[in-house]
């Protein structure tokens, strides 16, 4: 209580008369996520622990005792969350506590049902042995969740931490953005009855009850923060880049969240930041000082997230990892090839005739209007799609063209090339494998760039 009284900016005030409070619940990351999303579930009441008082809410006042119920992901699919572990901080109204000292189903049965004679369950074990109390509610909607926390475990003997087990990265991302519909999920597990178990646009897998994939398409509401950040972003990026005055009308857009293109975007995105964390500085060389202009080299899409006042829960610098150089950028194509890719990702073929200017890949562009070059309109519209890119170490050239740019980028190690034709752009990022690549927004826009190479 003291704290919550301390901290206003990050608790309101409390009804003591009801009994609320502050209270945490120790469990795993993806659990905590969904009851952030979802709320609490009292169907999945004793899968972790038991319910030694019923099938109820189990929170503490301690992180002590809290994190006694938390736990990792060690030995699952994917294993993403080792070492992570999570707690949830409610919001709870108790109401009428049962008091008890000791955890007895027929005592918890006064607190239990529409009838009940009490709204929760209060056991003192600290009272009884020494322990922790715990609080118990047995209807969802007493308990409203608050924060998700997620932390790693100091021990103070160093080596009792379990072989292979290394802590939160530095650059830490979730394995599923918060901001999906489905950020709770586990993509590593795939479904058994189909390589295509969630088509377009049904949503979640219904042929198992395990499987936890999906395919959601999501217009993105005309009126939201969303829709005017990405128009922001396609006219900021114009203007800063090649496209000058030239307005590019943002007509719809669609968020896509296609759990097996993102599972494969997040296995190769560890892959390069492993490759990155064998190095003395554990981190990519940063893409703004490739060309050394340190101050003025960064991504523009990048920058036009980190400048002030302009933020959003779904686009946002804070989202990427930084340390291996991921980033937005655009990526023009036409209606029925961006049908192909949502479905199945990105191909990378053979260099055609206006892609081989920096050699084999997928390309992109920081400027809006240099990928609208590479779009095919349809009825006065152009397909922009707004991708995550994990460029890792990259291969800086400023050659007008350079078609052996990938095979001389690879022999050195790196994972993408950036071409800045005689140092003046508009600049391109060429990555080399098509999980590099994530098609996070669909941009239907109104508006052809004029230049041209």
Same mark, same amino acid.
């Given at each position: 209580s003291q704290v919550v009284e301390d901290h206003p900016e990050a608790f309101a005030p409390l009804d003591h008369g009801i009994n609320e409070m502050y209270l945490m619940h120790g469990t795993n990351i993806r659990a905590s996520l969904s009851v952030g999303h979802n709320g609490v579930n009292l169907r999945a009441a004793g899968t972790h622990r038991g319910s030694h008082a019923g099938d109820g809410f189990y929170m503490s006042e301690s992180i002590t005792k809290a994190d006694e119920y938390a736990s990792d992901d060690r030995g699952e699919a994917g294993a993403y969350y080792d070492d992570v572990y999570s707690v949830v901080v409610l919001r709870v109204t108790m109401g009428k506590m049962n008091y008890t000292e000791h955890f007895d189903r027929a005592v918890a049965a006064a607190s239990i049902g529409p009838a009940a004679e009490y709204d929760s369950l209060l056991c003192d074990r600290l009272k009884a042995v020494q322990t922790f109390r715990e609080f118990v509610v047995y209807n969802p909607d007493q308990a409203y969740a608050e924060y998700v926390i997620l932390y790693e475990r100091q021990y103070r003997v160093p080596d009792f931490r379990a072989p292979g087990r290394l802590g939160m990265p530095e650059d830490f991302s979730f394995q599923v953005p918060v901001y999906w519909e489905n950020c709770y999920k586990n993509t590593a597990k795939l479904c058994s009855e189909s390589s295509m178990c969630a088509p377009p646009n049904t949503g979640l897998c219904r042929k198992t009850q395990d499987c936890q994939q999906f395919f959601v398409r999501k217009e993105v509401d005309r009126h939201s923060p969303t829709f005017a950040l990405l128009q922001h972003m396609v006219n900021a990026s114009a203007q800063q880049g090649q496209g000058g005055e030239r307005s590019t009308k943002l007509i719809q857009a669609e968020r896509i969240e296609v759990s097996k293109l993102w599972q494969r975007y997040v296995e190769r995105k560890l892959e390069i930041r492993k490759q990155a964390q064998r190095k003395p500085e554990r981190r990519c060389k940063p893409i703004a000082?490739?060309?050394?202009?340190?101050?003025?080299?960064?991504?523009?899409?990048?920058?036009?997230?980190?400048?002030? /006042? %302009?933020?959003? *829960?779904?686009? *946002?610098?804070?989202?990427? &990892?930084?340390?291996?150089?991921?980033?937005?950028?655009?990526?023009?194509?036409?209606?029925?090839?961006?049908?192909?890719?949502?479905? #199945?990702?990105?191909?990378?073929?053979?260099?055609?005739?206006?892609?081989?200017?920096? /050699? @084999? #890949?997928?390309?992109?562009?920081?400027?809006?209007? @240099?990928?609208? &070059?590479?779009? %095919?309109?349809?009825?006065?519209?152009?397909?922009?799609?707004?991708?995550? %890119?994990?460029? #890792? &170490?990259?291969?800086?050239?400023?050659?007008? @063209?350079?078609?052996?740019? !990938?095979? !001389?980028?690879?022999?050195?190690?790196?994972?993408?090339?950036?071409g800045n034709p005689r140092g003046e752009g508009p600049r391109e990022i060429v990555v080399f494998e098509k999980d590099q690549l994530y098609p996070e927004f669909v941009l239907h826009l109104q508006g052809q760039s004029e230049f041209r190479l």
């Open positions: 000082e490739v060309d050394g202009a340190k101050e003025s080299g960064n991504v523009l899409t990048t920058a036009i997230m980190d400048a002030p /006042g %302009v933020s959003d *829960s779904s686009i *946002s610098v804070t989202h990427l &990892e930084l340390g291996i150089n991921e980033v937005l950028a655009f990526h023009g194509t036409s209606h029925q090839a961006c049908e192909q890719i949502l479905t #199945g990702g990105f191909e990378i073929h053979d260099a055609s005739e206006h892609r081989s200017r920096f /050699g @084999k #890949g997928a390309y992109l562009a920081e400027d809006v209007h @240099k990928s609208l &070059e590479y779009c %095919v309109e349809n009825d006065g519209c152009n397909i922009v799609l707004l991708c995550r %890119v994990t460029c #890792g &170490e990259i291969y800086y050239t400023t050659r007008n @063209k350079e078609e052996d740019a !990938t095979k !001389t980028a690879r022999q050195l190690g790196m994972n993408c090339t950036i």
